[in-house]
Each structure stands twice: as structure tokens, then as C-alpha cells.
């Protein structure tokens, strides 16, 4: 079984910004695609930014431009530099990984949140 632990949500203000980071352990044999999705009070979760093992990233249009997720696979860590942070941008975060088990079965892993709150 893989552990996702997630650090680094907090409070913030307008403008302000956070980096959160996420790193995988336990006894798997590699990690493909990893990242992170939100859910703001009332909504669907959704994802914000997700990263191939290679290196292809895909962001939500709503952070284009503001957030960088970025991983290190020696580490097993996907990490995301949120900047000019809005109100809009309050949820709780997730971390999401791709994991292949020694005999190569694939599933997904997820970590257990953590808070984002940016205040006007």
C-alpha cells in the first residue's frame, strides 16, 4: 500500500502565496501521473494541475498563469507553487497519484487533503 502525505495549505491573504507539497511512501514499484485536485465549499471537485512521470502538465484554466506543479521522482514529491492566490482559490486540496504495485497493477492513491483558505 502507498501513504500520500500532503503539507503546506494554510491561510493567506489576497495575493499572497502557498506551496504545497506531497510525497508518496509505502511499497509500490513506480508512480506515473500525479496531481492535485481541489473542492471549494458547495462544488465539485476538480482538478487544478496534474504532471506525467515525463513531465507533461495540464493545468485548469482558472490557474493558468498563477499556479506551477512540479515533481521530483527521485523523491516520489509532486509539489504546487500557488501564487497570486484569490479568494476563489479556498477549498480543500488533494493529491492525487498514479500508482503501479511490484507486479505492475495500476490504481489510483489519494492523500487526505489539506486546507486552503485565501481571505479578501
Known amino acids: 500500500q502507498v501513504q500520500l502525505v500532503e503539507s503546506g495549505g494554510g491561510l493567506v491573504q489576497s495575493g499572497g502565496s502557498l506551496r504545497l507539497s506531497c510525497a508518496a511512501s509505502g511499497r509500490f514499484s513506480s508512480i506515473n501521473a500525479m496531481g492535485w485536485y481541489r473542492q471549494a465549499p458547495g462544488k465539485q471537485r476538480e482538478s487544478a494541475a496534474t504532471?506525467?512521470?515525463?513531465?507533461?502538465?495540464n493545468y485548469a484554466n482558472s490557474v493558468k498563469g498563477r499556479f506551477t506543479i512540479s515533481r521530483d521522482n527521485a523523491k516520489n514529491t509532486v509539489y504546487l507553487q500557488m501564487n497570486s492566490l484569490k479568494p476563489e482559490d479556498t477549498g480543500v486540496y488533494y493529491c492525487?497519484?498514479?500508482?503501479?504495485?511490484?507486479?505492475?497493477?495500476?490504481?489510483?492513491?489519494w492523500g487526505q487533503g489539506t486546507q486552503v483558505t485565501v481571505s479578501s
Open positions: 492525487n497519484a498514479v500508482i503501479f504495485t511490484p507486479q505492475f497493477v495500476m490504481y489510483n492513491a
Open positions: 504532471i506525467t512521470r515525463g513531465g507533461t502538465i
